[in-house]
Nanobody, 124 residues
């Protein structure tokens, strides 16, 4: 069992930056691929970024490529999402997720554990 707790969300102006963190419990964090997803009001949850257990490969949604960076620190059981050049359309609840398989994937159905989410609001 893995418990995931996201933090770092908040309100930011367009063009600003935020860094989300996801802290995982348990001793098997380094064996999991990790992902970030988001869900805006009235929309389906969508893939944002994913990182394999060893840090490679990494995948991004086209909508965030070049602006967001996913990384992980296995010693701290934490995965990060650095978000730069934020846009109002990035407003959503952001969730981190853990996949027991080692390689990153954009498929939400592959993920076994989910956090509660953290709200990101980007004002124009």
């Amino acid at each position: 069992q893995v418990k995931l707790v996201e933090s770092g969300g908040g309100l930011v102006q367009a063009g600003g930056s935020l860094r989300l963190s996801c802290a995982a419990s348990g001793r098997t964090f380094s064996s999991y691929a990790m992902g970030w997803f988001r869900q805006a009001p009235g929309k389906e949850r969508e893939f944002v970024a994913a990182i394999s257990r060893n840090g490679s490969p990494i995948y991004y949604a086209n909508s965030v490529k070049g602006r967001f960076t996913i990384s992980r620190d296995n010693a701290k059981n934490t995965v990060y999402l650095q978000m730069n050049s934020l846009k109002p359309e990035d407003t959503a609840v952001y969730y981190c997720a853990a996949d027991r398989e080692p390689l990153a994937t954009s498929r939400s159905s592959r993920y076994d554990y989910w956090g509660q989410g953290t709200q990101v609001t980007v004002s124009s």
